[in-house]
């Protein structure tokens, strides 16, 4: 049986001596982490981080809309935003270009599920379109991660992804597609071997599931 974990632990943003053990457990594995106050300090570091003219594809993430990144980078004109091209384009005669698109960007931004304080992400999917860009065909990853989704390891990180992320995303996937999500993909990354590649912008606010 279980241990029970408490909510606060997948809710509450974690204090400050968990993220600096996060964020130094991440570049000790190859990524660079910035702690950033909140949103709006990340929205301004990832229009830093982009260059402009970039092909960027934006995973879908709640973190992403509702700090306001998604817009900024679909519809400021400043990037070769591949989200609104892929969804204008017909599912059936371009789902071959549609997938290259979305695995090779020169940017994915986007967030994950669960950050561990000995460095590792952890992303779920139901459709795992986000995955092969994540995992390296990207050239760059961004992940803005909301202080709350810091946990002390990888099988807390994935009670926090089945007990509380999934609940969360299946009603919002129920309302914006008909039907609920599932964990069909499950993306461990645990380190990154090129570097300058992966940057994980460290909240210290919640935001997302």
Do not use: C
């Not at 900024?72 to 892929?86: E, F, V, W």
């Amino acid at each position: 049986m279980t241990t029970p974990i408490p909510a606060a632990l997948f809710t509450d943003p974690a204090p400050a001596e968990r993220l600096e053990r996060a964020a130094t457990s991440l570049m000790a594995n190859g990524f660079t982490a910035e702690i950033l106050d909140d949103a709006a300090a990340a929205r301004t570091r990832v229009k830093d981080l982009i260059p402009e003219g970039a092909s960027v594809f934006t995973a879908a993430s709640e973190t992403l809309r509702l700090s306001g990144i998604d817009e900024d980078i679909n519809a400021s004109g400043r990037y070769q935003a591949l989200k609104p091209r892929l969804l204008a384009m017909d599912r059936a005669t371009g789902a071959d270009e549609i997938r290259r698109l979305a695995a090779t960007p020169d940017v994915v931004v986007g967030s994950v599920a669960a950050l561990t304080e000995t460095g590792s992400l952890v992303v779920a999917s139901a459709s795992g379109s986000q995955v092969p860009a994540y995992g390296g065909g990207a050239a760059r990853a961004i992940w803005i991660v909301g202080a709350q989704k810091v946990v002390p390891d990888l099988s807390t990180a994935l009670r926090r992804v089945e007990d509380h992320a999934l609940p969360l995303e299946s009603a919002r996937a129920q309302v914006a597609y008909g039907q609920p999500s599932a964990i069909n993909r499950l993306l461990v990354l645990n380190a990154e071997l090129h570097p300058g590649r992966g940057t994980v912008l460290l909240l210290r606010e919640a935001i997302g599931f």
